[in-house]
Structure formats: structure tokens, C-alpha cells
């Protein structure tokens, strides 16, 4: 049985790459009013435009090879892209990704940097209808989306694509007609920018701290030298007096009495203020390149640019965080969305990759002789902070507010001692129950603050509640 390919007269992709790619499509393929599906050798049936892509690449692309992350990476835009397709989804959503993908596209040639892929032609494809209705002002004004316009131009008329588009069917763009010029971008220069400003945070934050200490160090100077000078005299006026009298008996060193050992510093009390709770923006999300079950997103969690862990990416500082939701959330909820993290365990390499925080989310509370991990076969649900509260915000249970660790010491079990009291409300309201806690019980029966008034509410310093959308009483981890 050989491949076959019908195409759906409603997919403009696939016709694209059809005129486009007609050598490297399977030689049955026809057009059809059914959905686009690609019938591999084994009787399989491949549907959905981008999985169907994907399997077509090697043959469009033949000479160009691709590494595990840059196949993640044309998987996620081919995700994006379809969300930019006609007809377009909430506006405000839209113009999130407009601006990332503009962004994105300030400093690269094609989506992967200068390597060309089927990601291009596909974004090209579902986004052209798109650019032909946009204003001057939308394609080159001061807020315009320049670098898309230069990649749509790009890619409909670079020979390394060749697409079958006729004149008549090309975005017309008029390179003389831009109202803003904008500064070409420097990946050096701003390069550059990025390491004097964390140098100027750093410097700036050890200028105060040092200040009072080099006050009081001016006045004490002199004398401190003369008392540091003080016993090398004397051992010099003891060496003069042994010479001229070498019969004097030498006088015995008084032993040192062993200092006291310093007390043990006092360890913070269990309560679940001790971990660093944040709102955290996914910015993007794709496959891990090495696991079928794991995510790989790049999360903006507040953090400072000198902060151990985070990298820059499209100008914020990030954490990258492997969650175990693929085949439990779908991919495209996790695009360009509001999270909670825990951005103070330990960081941990998954399958080859680095996790820095981990993304809390909702599952059904196992039933009485079922496995603990069965629960989280599924339904998952990620708990949503308000839709106002701005990456890096803090998040807390009601009253147990605190000041969190540093990082939580692995041996000492913190997370794994509270997190059973993590839950869900009838109200669907995400909460933190002391009560079942077994550490916790004696200082809930005897509290008179909100610790002993049964579920504290995860809320935001801002005062929003974080809730998840169907489960109550659920495990939350």
C-alpha cells in the first residue's frame, strides 16, 4: 500500500504546498470535501493540517536537517500559526501574539533564525489574508508589525521557498511608503545593553549595602592600623631582649581557650509561606524533544536579570520548567497564559533538560485502594490566577502569609509535608487545609488567626483568588 493524500478544498496550506511541492507530495493525492488526510503505507490515517505538515517535511525540505529543539520549536509555530488564521480568535489574544511574533522576528530571517522550514510557509500561509487587509499605519507605523511584513515578503518571493504563487496572489508591500523608520536591531548592541544594566543593578545594590560599613571604616582605619602593627613590635622588642640575654628563660605561650561553638540558627517554622508561590506567564510551551509525557514552556516569573536558573528570551527574563501535562493539557492551552509556579524547589534535569520551577495544577483526588499516582491520569486542570495579576506577583494562602525560602532544602521534605494540604473548594477555589497536615494540627486547634479557620484561599498580593475550572476537592501539585 503506498501514501495517499486528500486535501480539503477549505485547507489553504496544503493546497499551497500542493502547487508548491507537487514532486514531494505522495503521488495519489487528490482533492476532497472531506477533512485533509494522509493515509500512510501501514493503513494509518494521518489528519489534522499540521501533523499531516510535519510528516511532509523531510520531502520539502530534503537537504535542510533539523536538531530535536528546532523540531520543538516548528512544532509550537506550527501550533501558533494556527491560531492565526482566519477566522481570528479574541482580538486582544491576537495581538499578544502579533507583538511576540513581531518581536521575535526583529532579529531573525525565518522563524528558526536563517534556517528555512515548513513553519515558514505554513505561518506565511495563514497569515497573508491577514497582512493584505492591514492599514499603513498597522504595517509600518510607529506600533506597526515591520518584521512581519519583511517575512511575508520574504518568504513569498526567496527562491529557497519557491512557492507557487502567482503576481496577483502576493502581499503587495510598498518598501517606499513606511511611515516609521524604525533603528535596526544590534544583537550585539543590545546584547551589550543587557549585561551593563544587570552590572549598574548589581553594583547599585552593593553601593548600599557597603555605604554605612565604609563610613565607619574611614573613622576606624588608622587605629585599626596601628593595632594590627602593635604585635609585631613586640615580637620584635622579645627577638632584641632573647639576643642580649640568650640565659633569660623564654616566657611560655598562654594557650588560646577553644571558642564556644556558634549556636545552630534558629529553623523557620512549618508553614506553606515557606514556598515561593508566583504568577508566572507562559510565554511558549512545546514537546520535550526526549519525552512523550513532558512540556518544555519558557515562563516570565518575576525574576531579576542576575537571577541563578533564568535565561532572556524576547527581552524578559524566563525560567525554563519541564511539566509532565503532554497528553493530559493540550498544547495550545499552554500558549501565552497565566500560571501559578513553585519557584523555589530544587532545580531538576529531565530527560536532558534543565526545570527551574514547576507549573501547580488540579486532578481528582484518588479514590479510597487507588494508587496515589492514578489521579493524575486525568482530568488536569492548571490553576489560573486572575486574569489581571502581572507576572512575578506573589501568591499565598490566606492567613498564612510569609516570607518564603531561598530554595527549599530537598532533605528536610517541605514540599512533600504540605502539599497534601494543597486543594480544591466547592467554589472552585484553590485552598490550603491545615488540618490535613499531621504537623500542622496543634497549631491550627490552638490559633486564633486564619490558619486555624479551616481552608485558607491561594490568593494574589493583589487580592484575586486562584481557582481551576470543574474539579473541587482536588489534589493540587
Known amino acids: 500500500m503506498t501514501t495517499s493524500l486528500s486535501i480539503s478544498p477549505s485547507d489553504p496550506l496544503l493546497t499551497l504546498l500542493q502547487r508548491s511541492f507537487p514532486s514531494a507530495l505522495p503521488t495519489s493525492t487528490t482533492n476532497s470535501s472531506s477533512p485533509s488526510a494522509l493515509t500512510l503505507p501501514s493503513g494509518s490515517v494521518v489528519q489534522g493540517t499540521n501533523t499531516i505538515v510535519a510528516h511532509l517535511s523531510p520531502k520539502i525540505f530534503p537537504e535542510t536537517s533539523y536538531t530535536d529543539i528546532e523540531n520543538a520549536e516548528i512544532a509550537q509555530w506550527l501550533t501558533l500559526s494556527a491560531r492565526l488564521a482566519p477566522p481570528p480568535e479574541d482580538a486582544d489574544k491576537v495581538s499578544d501574539l502579533l507583538k511576540t511574533l513581531n518581536a521575535h522576528l526583529s532579529t531573525r530571517t525565518t522563524l528558526l533564525g536563517a534556517k528555512p522550514s515548513i513553519a515558514d510557509v505554513a505561518l506565511y500561509s495563514r497569515i497573508a489574508r491577514t497582512v493584505v487587509q492591514w492599514t499603513p499605519e498597522q504595517r509600518t507605523g510607529e506600533n506597526g508589525y515591520h518584521h512581519i511584513v519583511r517575512f511575508v515578503d520574504f518568504v513569498q518571493n526567496a527562491p529557497v521557498f519557491g512557492l507557487g504563487l502567482k503576481e496577483g496572489e502576493k502581499v503587495m508591500v510598498d518598501v517606499d511608503n513606511v511611515i516609521f523608520v524604525q533603528k535596526p536591531v544590534d544583537p550585539r548592541e543590545e546584547k551589550d545593553k543587557r549585561k551593563k544594566a544587570a552590572a549598574a543593578t548589581a553594583a547599585a545594590a552593593a553601593a548600599a549595602e557597603g555605604e554605612s560599613g565604609r563610613a565607619a571604616e574611614g573613622t576606624r582605619s588608622k587605629k585599626d592600623k596601628a593595632k594590627g602593627k602593635l604585635p609585631e613590635a613586640k615580637e620584635a622588642v622579645r627577638d ?238
Open 240 to 477: 632584641v631582649a632573647a639576643s642580649a640575654n640568650p640565659m633569660a628563660p623564654k616566657k611560655e605561650k598562654k594557650e588560646k581557650a577553644p571558642k564556644a561553638p556558634k549556636a545552630p540558627a534558629k529553623e523557620a517554622s512549618l508553614t506553606p509561606s515557606l514556598i515561593d508561590l508566583r504568577v508566572g506567564h507562559i510565554i511558549k510551551a512545546v514537546n520535550h524533544p526526549n519525552a512523550d509525557s513532558l512540556y518544555v514552556s519558557t515562563i516570565a516569573c518575576g525574576d531579576p536579570p542576575s537571577k541563578e536558573g533564568t535565561s532572556e528570551y524576547e527581552g524578559q527574563i524566563v525560567r525554563t520548567v519541564c511539566s509532565g501535562l503532554n497528553g493530559l493539557v493540550p498544547l495550545e492551552e499552554m500558549q501565552d497564559r497565566k500560571v501559578v509556579v513553585v519557584c523555589n524547589l530544587k532545580p531538576v534535569t529531565m530527560r536532558g533538560v534543565k526545570s527551574s520551577a514547576m507549573v501547580l495544577a488540579a486532578s481528582p483526588r484518588p479514590v479510597e485502594g487507588e494508587a496515589p499516582d492514578d489521579g493524575h491520569k486525568g482530568p488536569v486542570e492548571l490553576v489560573t490566577p486572575p486574569v489581571d495579576a502581572k507576572a512575578g506577583e506573589r501568591v499565598f494562602f490566606e492567613g498564612w502569609n510569609g516570607e518564603p525560602e531561598g530554595q527549599l532544602n530537598p532533605k528536610k521534605k517541605i514540599w512533600e509535608t504540605l502539599q497534601p494540604g494543597f486543594t480544591t473548594t466547592k467554589k472552585l477555589e484553590v485552598g490550603f487545609d491545615s488540618a490535613v497536615v499531621p504537623q500542622l494540627r496543634g497549631e491550627v486547634e490552638g490559633s486564633t488567626t486564619g490558619a486555624g479557620r479551616g481552608v485558607g484561599r491561594l490568593v494574589t498580593e493583589s487580592g484575586g483568588v486562584c481557582v481551576v475550572n470543574t474539579l473541587t476537592g482536588a489534589v493540587v501539585r
